[in-house]
């Protein structure tokens, strides 16, 4: 496997533009993480990374061509924390087309004791695959 670094930037994804606000959201408000775009990938992909959220909040990861909104061609399920060991995700098989990777953190609905929304946050995001340019394109 090869390591490579990709710059990952936030992307808006509700209609008002509404971003990083600590209150709580309607269920289909996300925030999103994005990868640069990746050629391809052959074979497995891992995705690792660290991560801490309020309660309520889930991430999972996902994969779209580039510039999708939350049109996804795969998600993980719901990335559980293990202590402070990196979450690793896997992207299962061969990525024939140019896509993005996504980590997307969903439900700021908490609503309790004078507190709302929610927080999720993200450290040493990293992607492995065998090949990630120049795969065996397939005929």
Wanted: aromatic residues 10%.
């Amino acid at each position: 496997m090869i390591s490579h670094r990709f710059r990952w930037h936030n992307e808006q994804n509700t209609c008002n533009g509404v971003g990083d606000d600590e209150q709580k959201l309607p269920k289909t408000y996300s925030a999103l993480l994005v990868s640069d775009p990746i050629q391809c990938q052959e074979g497995d992909g891992i995705v690792s990374f660290r991560h801490w959220t309020t309660p309520g909040v889930h991430v999972r990861v996902c994969i779209r061509p580039p510039s999708m909104g939350k049109r996804f061609d795969w998600c993980s399920d719901v990335v559980r924390r293990n202590g402070t060991k990196p979450a690793k995700v896997i992207i299962p098989g061969s990525i024939l087309y140019t896509f993005e990777i996504v980590i997307e953190a969903y439900d700021f609905t908490f609503d309790a004791f004078g507190i709302q929304g929610g927080a999720a946050a993200l450290d040493d995001v990293s992607y492995n695959a065998s090949a990630i340019y120049n795969c065996q394109m397939g005929e």
